[in-house]
C-alpha cells in the first residue's frame, strides 16, 4: 500500500495518509485470517520498516550499527520475498504472555510449598538428590544460555512478529531457569549436606555437561538471529533438551520417590510445544518461499548439520546420567531413539533431513 505524504516537506513519522485512514478499525495491513486478531493488531508493523509506510526513512538507527538504520535484511542469511507475512501459531504478545508466565509461576511456587510443608523431600532417593543437586544443577546453565541466546537474537529481527515470538521464546527459558534456581534451593534448605554451588562446579567441570556447553555456546556466539532461534527449537531442544528433560528428569523423579521435580519441569515441554510451532511456522514460510526458497533450504540444511553434529555429541555425553539413580525406569537408548525420531519429524516438515 503506497503512502502519500499529508504535510508537504515534513520528515515527521505519522505524517502520512493512507487508504483507510480515518477508519476506527487497522486496516493498514492484510490480516492472516478474514479478519484481523487482537494479536495482528498490536503486533504487525509496530516495529519500523521504511518499505512500508515510513516516507522519511528510518528515525531510529543504534549507535555502532552497520549504518542504514535500525534493522536490516542482512542481519540473517535467510531470504524473504515478504518479511512481514510471519504470524506466530501462539498468537502472544506481552499481556498473554505476562498472564501465562504469571500462572506458571504460581504453579510451581505452590507445589513447591506444598512439597515442602508436606515433607517430600524425606523421601527422596539419597542418591537421587546428588543427581538434583548435580544435574539439574547444571541443567539450568544450560536453560540460562539458551534464554540469553535468544534475547539477543531478538534485537536483529526484521519485524516485531519475528521478534515477538524469539522474545517470548528467551523469557520461558529464563523462567524455567530461574524456576529451577529457587527450586533447588528451597527444598535445599531442608535437606542436610545440600550444596547450592554442586550444580554450577558440574556445569563448569564435569566432563559430561562440557559437550553441552560446546553446542550451547556455538549458538550463542552465532551472528544470525534466525540461526539462534533455528538451532535452539530445531535441532539442540529435540535432541538434547527434550532428551534431559523428559527423558530422564520426568521418567527417573517418581521412579525415585520424587513427585516434586516433574510438575516443576513440566511447564518447560509445553513452552517448548509453543516456540517450536512458532519456528517451524516462520522456518516453513521461508523454505517454501517462491523466489528465495531453494537459497533457504540449503542454508537450514547447513544449520542442521553444523548444531546437529554438535547436539548428537552432546546427548551422548549426558549418557552415563541414566545409570546413576538407583531405579532405572528408563534406557538412554530409549530415550534416544525417540529423540532421534521427533527431530526427523520435525525436520520434514520443513523439507529437511539429518
Same mark, same amino acid.
Given at each position: 500500500?503506497?503512502?502519500?505524504?499529508?504535510?508537504?516537506?515534513?520528515?515527521?513519522?505519522?505524517?502520512?495518509?493512507?487508504?483507510?485512514?480515518?477508519?476506527?478499525?487497522?486496516?493498514?495491513?492484510?490480516?492472516?485470517?478474514?479478519?484481523?486478531?487482537?494479536?495482528?493488531?498490536?503486533? *504487525?508493523?509496530? $516495529?519500523?520498516?521504511?518499505?512500508?509506510?515510513?516516507? $522519511?526513512?528510518?528515525?531510529?538507527?543504534?549507535?555502532?550499527?552497520?549504518?542504514?538504520?535500525?534493522?536490516?535484511?542482512?542481519?540473517?542469511?535467510?531470504?524473504?520475498?515478504?518479511?512481514?507475512?510471519?504470524?506466530?501459531?501462539?498468537?502472544?504478545? +506481552?499481556?498473554?504472555?505476562?498472564?501465562?508466565?504469571?500462572?506458571?509461576?504460581?504453579? *510451581?511456587?505452590?507445589?513447591?510449598?506444598?512439597?515442602?510443608?508436606?515433607?517430600?523431600?524425606?523421601?527422596?532417593?539419597?542418591?537421587?538428590?546428588?543427581?538434583?543437586?548435580?544435574?539439574?544443577?547444571?541443567?539450568?546453565?544450560?536453560?540460562?544460555?539458551?534464554?540469553?541466546?535468544?534475547?539477543?537474537?531478538?534485537?536483529?529481527?526484521?519485524?516485531?512478529?519475528? !521478534? !515477538?515470538?524469539?522474545?517470548?521464546?528467551?523469557?520461558?527459558?529464563?523462567?524455567?531457569?530461574?524456576?529451577?534456581?529457587?527450586?533447588?534451593?528451597?527444598?535445599?534448605?531442608?535437606?542436610?549436606?545440600?550444596?547450592?554451588?554442586?550444580?554450577?562446579?558440574?556445569?563448569?567441570?564435569?566432563?559430561?555437561?562440557?559437550?553441552?556447553?560446546?553446542?550451547?555456546?556455538?549458538?550463542?556466539?552465532?551472528?544470525?538471529?534466525?540461526?539462534?532461534?533455528?538451532?535452539?527449537?530445531?535441532?539442540?531442544?529435540?535432541?538434547?533438551?527434550?532428551?534431559?528433560?523428559?527423558?530422564?528428569?520426568?521418567?527417573?523423579?517418581?521412579? !525415585? !520417590?520424587?513427585? *516434586?521435580?516433574?510438575?516443576?519441569?513440566?511447564?518447560?515441554?509445553?513452552?517448548?510445544?509453543?516456540?517450536?510451532?512458532?519456528?517451524?511456522?516462520?522456518?516453513?514460510?521461508?523454505?517454501?518461499?517462491? +523466489?528465495?526458497?531453494?537459497?533457504?533450504?540449503?542454508?537450514?540444511?547447513?544449520?542442521?548439520?553444523?548444531?546437529?553434529?554438535?547436539?548428537?555429541?552432546?546427548?551422548?555425553?549426558?549418557?552415563?546420567?541414566?545409570?546413576?539413580?538407583?531405579?532405572?525406569?528408563?534406557?538412554?537408548?530409549?530415550?534416544?531413539?525417540?529423540?532421534?525420531?521427533?527431530?526427523?519429524?520435525?525436520?520434514?516438515?520443513?523439507?529437511?533431513?539429518?
Amino acid at each position: 500500500m503506497v503512502a502519500t505524504s499529508s504535510s508537504v516537506g515534513s520528515g515527521a513519522a505519522g505524517a502520512a495518509t493512507f487508504v483507510g485512514s480515518n477508519s476506527r478499525k487497522y486496516n493498514y495491513y492484510e490480516p492472516r485470517g478474514k479478519r484481523a486478531t487482537h494479536y495482528e493488531d498490536v503486533t *504487525v508493523d509496530v $516495529q519500523p520498516d521504511p518499505e512500508r509506510y515510513l516516507i $522519511q526513512n528510518w528515525i531510529i538507527e543504534f549507535d555502532g550499527g552497520k549504518g542504514g538504520g535500525a534493522y536490516q535484511k542482512d542481519f540473517t542469511a535467510a531470504l524473504s520475498s515478504n518479511w512481514h507475512a510471519f504470524r506466530a501459531p501462539d498468537q502472544e504478545w +506481552e499481556r498473554t504472555h505476562y498472564q501465562r508466565q504469571s500462572k506458571i509461576c504460581t504453579m *510451581v511456587q505452590t507445589v513447591i510449598a506444598n512439597a515442602r510443608k508436606a515433607g517430600a523431600h524425606a523421601a527422596f532417593d539419597k542418591t537421587w538428590n546428588r543427581i538434583l543437586q548435580a544435574h539439574l544443577g547444571a541443567w539450568k546453565h544450560a536453560e540460562f544460555g539458551l534464554g540469553t541466546s535468544l534475547m539477543q537474537a531478538q534485537r536483529y529481527g526484521y519485524t516485531q512478529m519475528i !521478534n !515477538n515470538a524469539t522474545l517470548t521464546n528467551s523469557s520461558y527459558k529464563l523462567r524455567l531457569a530461574q524456576d529451577i534456581t529457587l527450586y533447588l534451593a528451597e527444598i535445599g534448605m531442608d535437606i542436610d549436606g545440600w550444596d547450592d554451588e554442586l550444580g554450577k562446579k558440574t556445569w563448569l567441570e564435569d566432563a559430561t555437561w562440557q559437550p553441552t556447553r560446546e553446542a550451547i555456546e556455538t549458538i550463542m556466539g552465532s551472528e544470525d538471529y534466525l540461526e539462534q532461534y533455528f538451532a535452539i527449537n530445531l535441532v539442540f531442544e529435540p535432541l538434547v533438551g527434550e532428551l534431559f528433560r523428559s527423558g530422564f528428569l520426568m521418567q527417573a523423579a517418581a521412579a !525415585n !520417590n520424587d513427585f *516434586v521435580t516433574p510438575p516443576v519441569i513440566s511447564a518447560a515441554e509445553a513452552d517448548y510445544e509453543r516456540n517450536l510451532a512458532n519456528t517451524i511456522d516462520l522456518m516453513y514460510l521461508l523454505a517454501n518461499d517462491e +523466489e528465495h526458497g531453494a537459497h533457504n533450504k540449503a542454508l537450514f540444511q547447513s544449520w542442521v548439520k553444523k548444531h546437529g553434529d554438535l547436539a548428537d555429541k552432546a546427548a551422548l555425553a549426558l549418557q552415563p546420567i541414566w545409570s546413576q539413580p538407583h531405579s532405572k525406569p528408563v534406557s538412554f537408548e530409549d530415550v534416544k531413539a525417540v529423540s532421534n525420531e521427533r527431530v526427523g519429524q520435525i525436520l520434514t516438515e520443513l523439507g529437511l533431513s539429518r
